[in-house]
């Protein structure tokens, strides 16, 4: 895996490598408020950074300096494959990963179905904190990651499983957000799906605790909105408590796929304003606005 900085104005400033013998792949990235970076991923290396390997695929965590130095590496898995795809980083310097595992004796954690969600925290230092893990009979995948201010843990994705902390499934794979407090217990999990495939990928959670999620859908009544193509993309809003506020979907007649959302949020007399863009896997950008709690599609 690499990391490279640039500057403001796209001067290159410093590339790291880092590996073991076999494959690394990284898929979260954060910076903290002092510059340093911190990447996770998974590896199927027995030997990286001197690590010992628990399975197929580890999922790893690394901080560099602001200046690209290694500060240190961790390694954490079972007896199978474990895979993190989200990484967030809040102000005191606490490390939280999101993924899927396939373990059945991860940290010492019951596996409902073949891959649960897992959930780990580390402190600045890069020592365990806590590992959860939530799933059903069926199949359940997390990709996005955020924390806010109090430290409450939100994490997104989707589930094949039936009866995922006793919420009912439309389709065969459903949306699915849960929270967690600062300490890993478990606060709500919604379920939002229709009769077809919806896949999450992207998750953020604005000042106000309001939580929003995009993705993709294949169902053309999903929270009774019309589906253009075989797949469009879908944005929804959820409060603090996980009530569902609005749903929309975008597409035309051939598939749209949303696997990033970024909002910005700016508090005027009368609203509140959200920058959403979308990046699809042909890397086309669709950019929405949101005022008072719904959405104009500007382009």
């Given at each position: 895996m690499f990391v490279m900085k640039l500057d403001s104005l796209g001067a290159h400033q410093w590339t790291i490598l880092r590996g073991g013998s076999s494959v690394e792949e990284a898929r979260g990235l954060q910076v903290d408020a002092s510059g340093n970076v911190f990447?996770?991923?998974?590896?199927?290396?027995?030997?990286?950074?001197?690590?010992?390997?628990?399975?197929?695929?580890?999922?790893?965590?690394?901080?560099?300096?602001?200046?690209?130095?290694?500060?240190?590496?961790?390694?954490?898995?079972?007896?199978?494959?474990?895979?993190?795809?989200?990484?967030?980083?809040?102000?005191?310097?606490?490390?939280?990963?999101?993924?899927?595992t396939a373990s059945t004796d991860l940290d010492n954690q019951s596996n409902a179905g073949d891959f649960d969600v897992f959930v780990m925290k580390f402190d600045s230092d890069g020592a365990h904190q806590w590992t959860i893990l939530r799933g059903g009979p069926g199949d359940e995948f997390a990709y996005g990651l955020q924390v806010d201010a109090s430290g409450n843990v939100f994490v997104a994705g989707f589930t094949a499983s039936t009866d995922l902390d006793s919420?009912?499934?439309?389709?065969?794979?459903?949306?699915?957000?849960?929270?967690?407090d600062s300490d890993g217990a478990h606060q709500w999990t919604i379920l939002r799906g229709g009769p077809g495939d919806e896949f999450a990928y992207g998750l953020q959670v604005d000042a106000s605790g309001n939580v929003f999620v995009a993705g993709y859908t294949a169902s053309t009544d999903l929270d009774n909105?019309?589906?253009?193509?075989?797949?469009?993309?879908?944005?929804?809003?959820?409060?603090?408590?996980?009530?569902?506020?609005?749903?929309?979907?975008?597409?035309?007649?051939?598939?749209?796929f949303a696997n990033g959302l970024q909002a910005r949020c700016a508090t005027t007399p009368s609203d509140v304003v959200l920058d959403v863009k979308f990046f699809d896997r042909v890397d086309e950008e669709a950019a929405l606005s949101f005022t008072i709690g719904r959405p104009l599609i500007l382009w």
């Open positions: 990447v996770a991923g998974y590896t199927a290396s027995t030997d990286l950074d001197s690590q010992s390997n628990a399975g197929d695929f580890d999922v790893f965590v690394m901080k560099f300096d602001s200046d690209g130095a290694h500060q240190w590496t961790i390694l954490r898995g079972g007896s199978g494959d474990d895979f993190a795809y989200g990484l967030q980083v809040d102000a005191s310097g606490n490390v939280f990963v999101a993924g899927y919420q009912s499934n439309a389709g065969n794979t459903d949306v699915f957000v849960m929270k967690f909105q019309s589906n253009a193509g075989d797949f469009d993309v879908f944005v929804m809003k959820f409060d603090s408590d996980g009530a569902h506020q609005w749903t929309i979907l975008r597409g035309d007649s051939g598939d749209d």
